[in-house]
């Protein structure tokens, strides 16, 4: 009889323990879980998802709050959540050896990871973990062999001041990949990868010769690698592209090919902000006044591709433009967004704002994407670009700095 209830004892042990660690994924909300009276009528894509940076991910700020009201009060039905950033830094604490060491936890911003994410699964949010990859300052300093160096040898920056780790070294590969399965057992529902690239600049040195068919097959196998590591564990994997990826079928010296990358992911995620594409480089003058047409092009060229649309869920704009016409994107703007990505059947939709703040994400954004009216060019107010005398004016660093009339993809790319 003792041993009986020692065996008994030690089961429940054993199921408890298992449970903590196994995948259990949200039970999502669909459009008939909410009041849609206002949202214009369904929507049929499967994840609409706000994004949160370190900072306000954390439950006491004011865009965590606001989030979380946009989520009751709207469709959206998902949040993403930077989880380790340019900097390096991850958002929770770390049990890996490596982040430990470097300190890579210090400026965690949520201490108790593990309930923050079954609270928000509990609501019926789906949680996407977004994980810088290749452009880490805080590990390529702390291990400077896997840094991208210079020609002289040395750690290079980018004109924002950043690293980044060579995308060959697999050290710095192994890196990224135990920090996105220890996230992907927290709870999270999907990884979502971004500066999955090669910095766009010629003469810097890797481990390896910076060939094309070297940089693709660089993207590609971490990709393949992270599936291998993450299907297992119930957990889906997207990767951030540049919008011009889908008009390109070269690499534009960053690694990424439409086509070699789809079948290493669940989801593509083209950043399409009409703001990142240059003057007349995709046919329109200025286009971000074009905030519909942008989208739907650029997904219609993806999927002639043999991308399937249910592989695409695009990054959509939900900030105000920066580099020509200044142009605010509200309700209007982004409701043509969210209606050019649900008229081509894409998988989910994500909204970018780099300080996460969504004013204009409300009912009546919804309600204008169930309007064709909003097909037409953006009828916004344009306010001609600010001035400066001596400095010119930086986007933030997640933004497509532009030129006036780039004759490539690759005269964007270079100043990030």
């Given at each position: 009889m003792k041993n009986h209830k020692t065996i008994s004892l030690f089961l429940l042990l054993f199921t408890l323990l298992n449970a903590a660690n196994t995948f259990h994924p949200s039970q999502l909300k669909t459009i008939d879980d909410r009041n849609t009276s206002q949202s214009g009528g369904p929507l049929h894509s499967e994840v609409r998802a706000l994004y949160l940076n370190r900072h306000t991910a954390k439950p006491s700020t004011s865009q965590f709050k606001k989030a979380l009201r946009i989520?009751?009060?709207?469709?959206?039905?998902?949040?993403?959540?930077?989880?380790?950033?340019?900097?390096?830094?991850?958002?929770y604490r770390s049990e890996l050896?490596?982040?430990?060491?470097?300190?890579?936890?210090?400026?965690?911003?949520?201490?108790?990871?593990?309930?923050?994410?079954?609270?928000?699964?509990?609501?019926?949010?789906?949680?996407?973990?977004?994980?810088?990859?290749?452009?880490?300052?805080?590990?390529a300093r702390?291990?400077?062999?896997?840094?991208?160096?210079?020609?002289?040898?040395?750690?290079?920056?980018?004109?924002?001041?950043?690293?980044?780790?060579d995308p060959f070294d697999p050290e710095a590969r192994r890196y990224t990949l135990e920090i996105a399965e220890e996230v992907a057992r927290l709870g999270f529902d999907e990884i979502n990868f971004d500066y999955i690239r090669f910095p766009a600049r010629r003469g810097l040195r890797?481990?390896?010769?910076?060939?094309?068919?070297?940089?693709?097959?660089?993207?590609?196998?971490?990709?393949?690698?992270?599936?291998?590591?993450?299907?297992?564990?119930?957990?889906?994997?997207?990767?951030?592209?540049?919008?011009?990826?889908?008009?390109?079928?070269?690499?534009?010296?960053?690694?990424?090919?439409?086509e070699k990358?789809?079948?290493?992911?669940?989801?593509?995620?083209?950043?399409?902000?009409?703001?990142?594409?240059?003057?007349?480089?995709?046919?329109?003058?200025?286009?971000?006044?074009?905030?519909?047409?942008?989208?739907?092009?650029?997904?219609?060229?993806?999927?002639?591709?043999g991308v399937p649309a249910e592989k695409f869920r695009p990054w959509l704009q939900s900030f105000r433009d920066y580099a020509y016409s200044r142009l605010p994107y509200k309700e209007r703007e982004i409701a043509?967004?969210?209606?050019?990505?649900?008229?081509?059947?894409s998988s989910g939709w994500l909204l970018w704002h780099p300080s996460s703040r969504f004013t204009y994400v409300t009912p009546e954004t919804f309600a204008l994407a169930a309007d064709a009216e909003v097909e037409s060019p953006s009828a916004s107010t344009v306010q001609p670009p600010r001035r400066h005398r001596r400095r010119t004016r930086r986007p933030h660093p997640r933004m497509e700095a532009q030129n006036d009339t780039p004759r490539n993809p690759l005269d964007i790319l270079r100043s990030r």
């Open positions: 989520l009751e009060e709207t469709p959206m039905n998902a949040l993403i959540i930077d989880m380790k950033n340019i900097k390096g830094d991850l958002t050896a490596d982040p430990r060491r470097i300190h890579a936890s210090k400026y965690a911003a949520i201490d108790h990871i593990r309930s923050y994410i079954q609270t928000l699964k509990s609501q019926g949010i789906y949680l996407i973990a977004r994980i810088a990859v290749f452009k880490d300052r805080r590990q702390a291990f400077p062999s896997r840094a991208v160096r210079t020609r002289d040898g040395g750690v290079w920056r980018d004109r924002h001041g950043e690293s980044w780790v890797y481990d390896r010769p910076d060939t094309r068919a070297n940089r693709v097959d660089a993207v590609d196998t971490f990709l393949r690698d992270a599936q291998r590591r993450l299907h297992p564990l119930g957990v889906k994997v997207s990767a951030d592209i540049f919008g011009y990826v889908l008009w390109n079928r070269t690499d534009i010296r960053i690694g990424q090919i439409l990358m789809a079948p290493y992911v669940d989801y593509l995620c083209p950043m399409l902000y009409p703001s990142g594409f240059s003057r007349g480089s995709v046919a329109f003058a200025d286009p971000a006044a074009h905030p519909y047409e942008i989208v739907r092009i650029s997904l219609q060229k993806g999927i002639a591709r043509a967004q969210i209606r050019a990505a649900e008229s081509l059947g």
